[in-house]
């Protein structure tokens, strides 16, 4: 196996469904013992894998996901912040009330910084770890009409990530980005469901909508699994010498490099 994780442990937030859960199996695959977390436990846990149940979007939700590691682990190698979502409704500035700013940015910004901040100090212990944020293209090219407190949510962690990695750079922890596109997860197609509802569309035209405000050159969505692949190479010794890094897996949707 190219990127082996054997004796590896590895916490992925959010990894019951969509993006999470194919990371989840993929770290698994390559022989990491594999914590998830979501607020629901799933209806079977996969073998390699261990479920904590917690809400990170509230702050009690990462010191008890960090306490569980400890006492069951020791230790934690590998931190997927992939635990997020768009939680606002469209419209633009107007239709946004403090309280969605607020839970946008408890999920999609606070529940990383949280997490992180819980495991840390065992990683820098050990001198070694990769930390990585899954982050979305809408941090750069943000939609108004549908994106506008989730983006401007994930561009503070981009700018988080990034600082965090020149922090611990000198300590051996690596600290990247993984940015997709539109990928097809529950919660994507939930996304497409609400524009259908709202718009008075069939569920075939409001994807038609998404998929031409963005124009993927590709012109597909993603499978969870081809972020999985990106979010392996980036936590594995292959990419020992990448840090501070962002990889956008859009299907070339960014119009810039
Ligand atoms: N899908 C896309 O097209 C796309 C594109 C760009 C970026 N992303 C990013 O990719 C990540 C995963 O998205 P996805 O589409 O795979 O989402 P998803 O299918 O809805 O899965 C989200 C996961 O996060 C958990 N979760 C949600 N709210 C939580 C909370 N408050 N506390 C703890 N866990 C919570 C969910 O479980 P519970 O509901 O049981 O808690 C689930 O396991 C997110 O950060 C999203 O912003 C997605």
Redo the contacts with the bound molecule.
Sequence with gaps: MIHSLNGQVALV??????????IANKLAEAGAQVV???????KETASGQYFI??????PA?AELVAAEIREKYGKVDIVV??????LSPGGGFSTLADEHWHQDW???FM?AVRINKALLPAMIGKGSGAILH?????ALQPIWEMTMS?SSA?AALNAYSKALASELGPKGIRVNLV?????????????IEQIAKSSNMTSAEALKVVMDKINIPMGR??E?EE?AATVLFLVSQEARYITGANYLV?GGALPTV
């Design positions: 937030t959010g990894g019951t469904k969509g993006i999470g859960k194919a998830v977390t979501a607020r629901t436990a799933p149940a917690a809400d990170l979007a509230q939700g912040n992939n635990a997020g979502a768009n408890q999920l999609n529940a899954i982050s979305t293209v809408a989730y994930k940015s997709p596109g539109v990928v097809r997860t529950p919660l994507m197609l939930e996304f969505m993603a969870p972020i859009d």
